[in-house]
């Protein structure tokens, strides 16, 4: 135990020391352990941020399908609905297409029809009067009985 | 194997617990122990001077492993602090670092066997040599008393002058005039007592560690080509690596003890009672 100035000597190394440390080695220490703690939380708070968006698109996308997929549905639907219904109306129209054309047919084959009996009409009294003709030729004067005859020939 | 032509275990110890003194004015004080200096001095520029050379290339990006080491401890010492000190630790915390790095670097001067520095020393032809600048007490009161001084300090600081006197005066019994002078004896010896313990409690661990290691050398001494020596040789190979192990705790601890102690009483000075 003999105290000297050594204990002086000691004590201004202590003060250098601590100064030299206060100054130059905890700032740089602490900062570069403050920045990255700042860094990794920053990243930490992006991976988060980014977790949370990819969840939220994902389930903006999912909506979307959703979404889609069902519109794409109420379209088949509807093209099915109306191909149906042009389907129904071709065949409403060659119904009635089909029956105009077998009025019409049925009118014309009546109007032959009523034609050839007239015709044939024309022709029997035609035939009645020259059968006519020839019976009365020698008693009936032609000029005489022309009114007569013609009204026969409009009677048959 | 150390000097003197007549070697006896007295002489062993004493030499070993002897100072490479230089004297330079009247009476015992002006008197340097050189080893101690130089020993503290190269202690403090390798153990501080580590720290700096990470911190000035320190990335902050990710570390290396050693970085890693480095921060880890800077770590340990901020939260150290933290748990003492609520106020700032812009100083508290780097004397702290200071205090436990600079310790522990002389304590582990301990450990490097004292016959390989008497030899070496004495080879370079110093006749003595005390490699464990904290076995020395002017190291311990060196620092102890420097505490004192930034407790007295940091206790103005934080109470102001008047404050601080006023709690000298009053505090702990109370503010009846009566009583000032008890207060005053009792926060005198509070105070003191405070550089003295701490400087007391390294210097004795160390020298006595050094003194342990000294009596184990002193047994390896008694080695001789006989039976009895042969075993004393290898108990004292034993017994030296055991203290050693243990040493490592020792020396971690007592920087450790020192370190949290002065933040302690630095920490009560911003204490208001």
Redesign the interface.
């Known amino acids: 135990m003999n105290i000297n100035a050594t204990l002086l000597v000691q004590a201004l190394s202590f003060a250098a020391l601590i100064w030299f440390t206060v100054s130059f080695v905890w700032p740089m220490l602490t900062d570069a352990i403050d920045d990255r703690n700042k860094r990794i939380a920053d990243g930490l708070a992006a991976a988060e941020k980014g977790r949370q968006a990819l969840e939220l698109s994902s389930r903006q996308a999912e909506e979307a399908l959703k979404e889609a997929r069902a519109r794409a549905a109420e379209i088949l639907a509807q093209a099915d609905k109306r191909a149906t219904e042009m389907i129904e109306q071709a065949k409403n129209q060659a119904r009635d297409e089909g029956a105009r054309e077998k009025i019409a047919a049925k009118a014309e084959i009546d109007q032959e029809y009523a034609r050839a009996r007239e015709q044939l009409r024309e022709h029997v009294a035609a035939l009645a009067v020259a059968g006519a003709e020839k019976i009365l030729r020698r008693e009936v004067d032609a000029k005489a009985h022309g009114d007569l005859l013609s009204a026969i020939r409009q009677q048959i | 194997m150390a000097a003197g032509t007549d070697l006896t275990p007295s002489s062993y110890i004493a030499h070993h617990l002897t100072n490479l003194r230089v004297t330079f004015?009247e009476g015992?004080?002006?008197?340097?122990?050189v080893d101690?200096?130089v020993m503290?001095?190269l202690m403090?520029i390798i153990g501080?001077g580590t720290?700096?050379l990470?911190?000035?290339t320190?990335?902050?990006?990710v570390?290396g492993r050693f970085q890693g080491f480095?921060?880890l401890i800077?770590?340990f010492v901020?939260n150290t602090i933290k748990d003492v000190f609520p106020g700032s630790r812009?100083?508290l915390?780097?004397?702290a670092?200071?205090i436990f790095v600079?310790v522990f670097m002389m304590n582990a001067m301990d450990l490097v066997p004292i016959d390989w520095v008497a030899m070496i020393m004495h080879g370079l032809g110093f006749s003595a040599w005390k490699a464990v600048?904290t076995t020395?007490?002017?190291?311990t009161?060196?620092?102890s008393?420097?505490v004192f001084f930034l407790v007295i300090f940091f206790s103005f600081k934080a109470k102001g002058v008047g404050g601080y006197l006023h709690e000298l005066f009053t505090a702990p019994f109370g503010s009846n005039p009566i009583l000032w002078i008890p207060n005053l004896v009792l926060n005198i010896v509070e105070l003191l007592a405070k550089p003295i313990s701490l400087g007391m409690r390294l210097f004795g661990n160390m020298y006595a560690g050094e003194l342990v290691f000294m009596l184990l050398g002193l047994l390896a001494s008694v080695a001789a080509l006989t039976i009895g020596g042969l075993a004393a040789g290898a108990a004292s190979l034993v017994l030296t690596w055991a203290w050693a192990v243990f040493h490592i705790l020792i020396i971690l601890l007592q920087a450790f003890i020192f370190m949290v102690l002065a933040a302690v009483y630095i920490a009560m000075a911003h204490e208001h009672h």
């Open positions: 004015g015992g004080f002006w008197t340097l122990n101690t200096i503290g001095w403090g501080i720290f700096w990470v911190a000035r320190a990335t902050r990006g570390p480095i921060e800077v770590e901020d812009k100083f915390a780097p004397l670092l200071t600079w600048p020395d007490i002017n190291t009161f060196g620092m008393w420097s």
